[in-house]
């Protein structure tokens, strides 16, 4: 197997190292020197939160995808502090665009980003064509399962995707036969990210999450993360978590700040609680086409606000947000 | 008579009627969706809508416009992740999957990286999403494509789905699931299959009013071109009603004279006294057609702006 | 590596062939072919479940463990029957023993059968130590992540334990080194079962299933399984169910049959409805002592009840049961 | 003044106090439950539980006598499975496990698999179950034995659960996780650690009243015997009082004077003419002392029936 020359893989070193490494055993050592078993409330704004936790040239991961139950409180407050050099998982949509566009990201593991029905993203085209932005490809499940991997504390995880794609050319991944029935079988290596970013449905003060609906990638992300930060529409109390323990998507010791962020996701969707802002998307759509509509938008809704609170305001306010809940499509 | 419908239209048509029933299939956004719930409304009732995010088994009474949207597991059987979702397509239990590409091959093999070369590429595509899963797992996939030379060519710039790769055997060798792979291609001007021995991309049937030149002339590799080719029908009246009608009677994804979108205006409230926020909808000129919420509670309130509102009286009501 | 004559992997095929087989190709096209997406009602009685779906000689798995949330009136029913030449999944363990008892298992893939603080299991040795069951040893966690590996349709998945365990030896399982760190890890085959049998807290009539409290390996198992029966406390409304999808651990498309089994548990205990019978265990572990009392057992409460209902009402009727629902320890 | 008391109360209270605060232990059956109930009580407030099949957190209202039963989740943080233990614990998030066997070798590898060969077993074991995972992937390892020559082998019958293997670097070598492993064997007799670089077994100190021979007597191997060994200190009051008391206050591990059983009677309810199951609680006598459920349900007529129950009157009452 070759590898790409401006991937992920280091072949210099042997054995040969990833961005976002698979090295299970750093991994161990670092969760039991930073995480704390102590039940200690973590509640703390997204300022702090990011202040404290990301730093210039962290390996980020966001979940979930598209417009769908995203951090981006969290997002825009890594923006209006510019932490720089970033790497990112590229699955996250309007989270990893927003920093994109704001020339945050060095490099990138993507798997998709654009709109769906509205298309490609004019910021992911201007920072890869323009040679901004390194990239490894990777499949939707790739992704994923990387960070099962990752969650699951072992350097690599087989699979039966990615076979005879030119992506593996990207990204350094190698295939390997299987000595127990002779199938070919890709070997994902896993993937250790420095910050991990979650928006769920709720969470008590310590960090003990539950998430209402899909679960996307959020318990693989939360294991595969040595930081992380959980914004939540709702806190709650304890005991809320006590009563029904298996519906603990993401266990307190994993957590490292909780950001209470009602609406954290707009523009876009939670699940039974509130709708996407179709307009608002298609504004911002609308802007982001050419650099300078993206910078303006970064301006107007970003860099002049000062907080998640200033945000929604900005955005038509508590009354709009009223209305997205209305129009959310109940269990 | 004639019936009117647009290319858009006659591609969820063709689409839908390809299903088996009692099977799976993985919706992603657009025309996958509309196909999948015209097949369960007419064709195969018991098809299983997958959609990649997690949601399994929704009636998908309320159209989704995104694949991991709630309303993709509205009432689903099942709400999932994504590793799940994709393992389950591993273990062989999705049957059919949707793929769109940029550029595809003789073998079904498609490109959604780039256009030009990896490093310095002319146009970055979104990338492969889950299309390379499903181009991988599920048994049978139907790929949707614009007919043109540019996209039906010999070499891709990038594989990044395979198809049958280099054709015969070499997917099975490459070890990809035995006895999967691309089902059919359905674009604008035709429907096409694969050779069962070389695995290279056949005609099957024409669209209508398109010739057999028409397909070669806006296909960038050889065809396999059959003595007999049939022509498809065109959509029937009742599959457009219910696309229209019934699937996406907004016009969200059909652009259909009806369609509308979702506005926000603010409306003072005489009641009481203070000004709102209210979701309306918009036809395409503009005009009011409904009003969806108001942040305001109070019913009979809503009802006598909703009044105001759909007469556009709160313009002039700062 | 060494493999052991008498354990489940066979080199004189190349490549080698497992007891309880890794071949996910076989396993997809099986489940292509005899899996249903059909919203079809499929309950029926222990007695129909066994009937149609066990068979002589079949590769058969119990969910949970111990005397948690045990399937035991289809375990039962499998005695009445006299399923023969069976292979078991060594972890349940009232359900397993059981069946070694009648005699009805050829094979065991064994993690541990023993009745904690009451010891180890007479009948397990019995049957081992007098030749009659051939076995191979595995780790708790490696028979749980032999079945995720079928369960993710790969044919083995990468572990850290069981490195340096003469248990390699009796069952098959090879090592290898990771590409990417250099890490020695055990690589466990997929274990694809022909018979998974779970009981579950309530599930619909077409299959699909909920779980309270700890979830054991039931989604794994599931999901690894040619057939599957569920048993069930409670048969609800399919709309209980779609209220709140995220709350299926297993969808109705992987199950065959669904049991309706009030205390289908018994002796064990099912989380927050009810408890353990305590009494009825230790004159069961009196009896299983020797052989004569285990037969005893079994034609008490096995052979000479028909049914769920007879043996319900043999170990002391629905009074009792009663009474063990109250002395539960609830949510 | 001596206190008295057990050999197990001895065992509980020396691995009580081994652990370090703010860790997560995997917690079995029987002594381990009450060591860990002991050091949360008195020692490690913030030590959390974590036990094979998913309960995790779980403050232990209620002493567990299984490790999948409800009381290990009764107010958990977490109620998981299986496979997210085991990766939880294989990702470095478990610092204790205690482990048992049939056999130790000086390097602290474990048997408890078979006595004799595999192939024909003198003595079939119960298996590795998680002792095996718990061994390999813990941080730190705590090994309850009982102190006996033949238990104390140069060589195991069966290596099931991996210590040092050969010593020195050589678990490390097979791939186990760094710096983990086997940390205290407590016996019957003393404590017992390894030697840093050759990872031999070590005495550190004798149980109250043993001595450096008898130890020496009852291994089947050389131990490392350094030149000053300790001496443990006895349980204190407030230990066998707290695991007395607090923790197994019905008996159930403990083979105190209270212990008690559950049991079940029928009862002939003159008030509803209805024949009751009803669970009581015996002590080791087969006296009852306490009356736990009823099958009836009105209140009223419980505790009619309990007074009756506890004087016996059940017996002649058909």
Chains 1, 3 share one sequence.
Not at chain 1, 15 to 31: A, H, I, K, W
Not at chain 1, 175 to 190: F, I, N, S
Not at chain 2, 142 to 164: C, N, Q, S
Request: contains cysteine.
């Amino acid at each position: 197997m070759k590898h790409h020359q401006e991937g992920p893989f280091d072949t210099s070193q042997d054995p040969p190292t990833f961005v976002g490494s698979p090295d299970v055993e750093v991994f161990r050592s670092y969760l039991r020197q930073h995480k704390s078993f102590d039940l200690k409330e973590k509640v703390m704004s997204e300022h702090e939160a990011v202040a404290r936790f990301v730093s210039d040239g962290d390996y980020i991961g966001f979940e979930l995808y598209g417009t769908v139950r995203c951090p981006m409180s969290i997002a825009r407050e890594i923006v209006r502090q510019r932490k720089k050099h970033l790497k990112v998982l590229g699955q996250g949509i309007l989270e990893v665009d927003l920093l994109l566009a704001a020339g945050l990201v060095d490099y990138m593991d993507i798997t998709y980003v654009g709109y769906e029905v509205y298309g490609v993203s004019p910021i992911l085209r201007r920072a890869v064509e323009q040679g901004k932005v390194r990239t490894a490809d990777w499949s939707n499940g790739a992704i994923a399962w990387r960070l099962k991997a990752a969650a699951m504390g072992v350097p690599f995880i087989p699979i039966r995707s990615m076979l005879g794609s030119e992506m593996l050319k990207t990204n350094g991944a190698v295939a390997m036969t299987d000595p127990y029935t002779g199938l070919e079988v890709v070997l994902l290596p896993a993937l250790v990210l420095d910050v991990g970013i979650i928006h769920v449905h709720r969470a008590d003060p310590y960090g003990n999450a539950q998430i209402d609906g899909i679960q996307g990638f959020a318990a693989e992300l939360a294991r595969a993360s040595k930081k992380l930060i959980i914004s939540a529409e709702e806190i709650v109390d304890p005991e809320e978590i006590r009563k029904y323990p298996e519906r603990t998507i993401i266990p307190y010791f994993l957590v490292d700040a909780v950001v209470h962020a009602p609406f954290g996701s707009h523009p876009g969707e939670m699940a039974y609680m509130y709708e996407r802002d179709e307009p608002h998307l298609k504004m911002y759509l609308q802007k982001i086409r050419t650099e300078e509509g993206a910078q303006e938008y970064l301006e107007e809704y970003v860099y002049s606000t000062a907080n998640h609170e200033e945000y929604i305001e900005k955005v038509g306010g508590w009354d709009r947000m009223k209305v997205l809940s209305k129009l959310a499509v109940k269990r | 008579m004639k019936r009117e419908y647009t290319p858009t239209e006659l591609l969820i048509c063709l689409a839908a009627r390809l299903f088996e029933d009692r099977t799976t299939a993985f919706i992603g956004t657009g025309i996958p969706m509309l196909a999948a719930a015209l097949a369960r409304k007419l064709y195969t009732p018991n098809l299983v809508p997958i959609f990649e995010f997690g949601g399994v088994g929704s009636p998908l009474e309320y159209l989704p416009r995104a694949v991991g949207e709630a309303r993709t597991f509205h009432r689903a059987i099942w709400a999932a992740g994504i590793c799940e979702i994709m393992e389950t397509s591993q273990r062989g239990l999705v049957e059919y999957g949707f793929l769109g590409a940029a550029q595809i091959d003789p073998y079904g093999n498609l490109n959604t990286t780039v256009i030009g070369s990896y490093d310095h590429p002319k146009v970055r595509l979104p990338g492969a999403g889950g299309g390379n899963d499903v181009g991988s797992l599920c048994w049978r996939t139907i790929i949707l494509m614009k007919h043109e030379k540019h996209r039906f060519v010999e070499r891709l710039d990038f594989l990044t789905t395979p198809g049958y790769l280099e054709g015969g055997d070499s997917r099975e060798k490459a070890g990809l699931p035995k006895g999967s792979g691309p089902y059919r291609v359905v674009t604008n001007l035709a429907v096409l299959g694969f050779d069962e021995k070389t695995k290279r991309m056949k005609l099957l049937s024409l669209n209508p009013g398109v010739t057999v030149e028409q397909v070669i002339e806006n296909t960038g590799f050889e065809l396999i071109i059959p003595d007999q080719v049939e022509v498809n029908d065109p959509p029937t009246e009742e599959e457009l009603r219910v696309l229209r009608e019934e699937i996406d009677p907004e016009g969200f994804y059909l652009e259909t004279v009806s369609g509308q979108a979702l506005d926000f205006v603010t409306f003072h409230c005489r009641k009481s006294r203070k000004t709102a926020t209210v979701a309306i909808q918009r036809d395409r000129t503009g005009r009011i057609v409904d009003v969806l919420a108001c942040s305001a509670t109070d019913q009979e309130c809503e009802q006598e702006c909703q009044e105001a509102i759909l007469k556009g009286m709160f313009k002039d009501n700062p």
